[in-house]
């Protein structure tokens, strides 16, 4: 596709986006292709027309499954999820967590005794995601919160008897069982989604895998419990036509050849990780969201020169990178928000 050149008329604001969480809204710009497009050209060719944000996305919000499978919100403190764990708000966090000290089990051997795994084709999908908004200027994402690996074993068995059971012989196949059944019933949800909020574009699945310095496991544990049932649940996704990313939270660098192979088209890694070298060794095999680098949002010139130096670092041919959810405070300020567009339409043509 030959793409148009790039016209001052593009950055004519003709309406707004709601902001997240009650925040500042988005303009949006008069562009050539809709924000849609844009994402999923960078997703599925490395080549969009301007640079994406999260801000740039819809999410698709289900009740079925925020109460059954999510993490309970501020509405509904002390839920108890479908396999039996149950979630306390956290105010000073803005987020949940499981009660802390009462597993649903403590041995992985024990999982098929304590844990029914839910039949969500009985439920009514139907009406659960009749009110679906289907704009056709954004993409839509649905995101699993809480997934279903690692953090969804924490929340059965607490963080320290989870950990244990990954390196547990004894545990190992339990624990690549219950992987197996947890992956199944994502693959279900995959379809149900799908069927009932056919405009989906794309999902999001959340499975934090590290702290402030290293991951929780080994490259060798990844490969042998984790990876193979990544890879089926992402396949499927793909089959279906949608693109996939992965939400996973500490310094995991090293795990980002897993990452790859399982087929993840995009991670939204956290700033302890060493993104230059990231992007450098993998930016061409999967995209990765990105923080700007700071810079006086009064100070006009150093905002546009902020935005010229990320798209000049993160925007090479067939190697894109994204800005995520940290880079909200930068793409707030018009002078940083028009550059970045304005620069990176201009860049992209030049590859063509």
């Known amino acids: 596709m030959i793409k148009k050149s790039y016209s001052e008329q593009e950055l004519r604001v003709i309406a707004e986006k709601p902001g997240f969480f009650g925040g ?6 008069n562009t050539p292709i809709s924000y849609r497009e844009n994402m999923k050209d960078l997703y599925w060719k490395k080549d969009p027309t301007w640079v994406h944000s999260f801000m740039e996305t819809d999410g698709i919000r289900s009740t079925l499954y925020n109460d059954n499978f999510g993490r309970a919100g501020a509405h509904n403190d002390g839920l108890i999820d479908v ?35 839910p039949d969500v084709e009985s439920w009514d999908w139907e009406n659960d995601l009749k009110d679906v908004d289907s704009n056709p200027r954004f993409a839509q994402i649905f995101t699993f919160v809480n997934g ?35 992956t199944e ?45 990544m890879k089926k649940l992402v396949g499927h996704i793909h089959s279906k036509g949608r693109f996939c990313t992965l939400h996973s939270c500490g310094c ?40 700007p680098e700071e810079f006086d949002p009064e100070n006009e010139e150093a905002a546009i020169q ?23 405070p930068a793409l707030g300020c018009k002078a940083f928000a028009e550059e970045l567009y304005r620069y990176s339409r201009e860049k992209f043509l030049s590859f063509e």
């Open 148 to 182: 279903f690996w690692f953090e969804r074993l924490i929340s059965l068995m607490d963080f320290d008897n989870a950990a244990m059971a990954l390196i547990d012989e004894e545990q190992q196949d339990a624990v690549y069982e219950f992987f197996e059944a947890t």
């Open 306 to 328: 902020a935005a010229r130096n990320f798209v000049d670092r993160y925007c090479q041919k067939g190697k894109v990178a994204g800005i995520g959810t940290g880079g909200r």
């Open 24 to 29: 500042p809204g988005t303009p949006i710009y």
């Open 252 to 291: 995991v660098q090293d795990r980002v050849t897993i990452f790859i192979e399982a087929g993840f088209d995009g991670w939204q890694p956290q700033t302890m990780n060493d993104l230059d070298k990231l992007y450098e060794l993998y930016g061409d095999q999967i995209v990765f969201d990105v923080m």
């Open 83 to 117: 396999f039996g764990a149950q979630w306390k708000f956290v105010p000073s966090a803005g987020g949940s967590i499981t009660v802390a000290g009462q597993p649903v089990f403590e041995d992985a051997n024990d999982w098929k005794e304590k844990v029914k795994m």
């Open 185 to 229: 019933v994502a693959i279900k949800l995959v379809d149900l989604i799908c069927k009932y909020a056919p405009s989906i574009d794309g999902f999001n699945i959340h499975d934090d895998w590290g702290a402030q310095r290293s991951p929780f496991f080994s490259e060798e544990v990844a490969r042998k419990l984790f990876l193979p049932h």
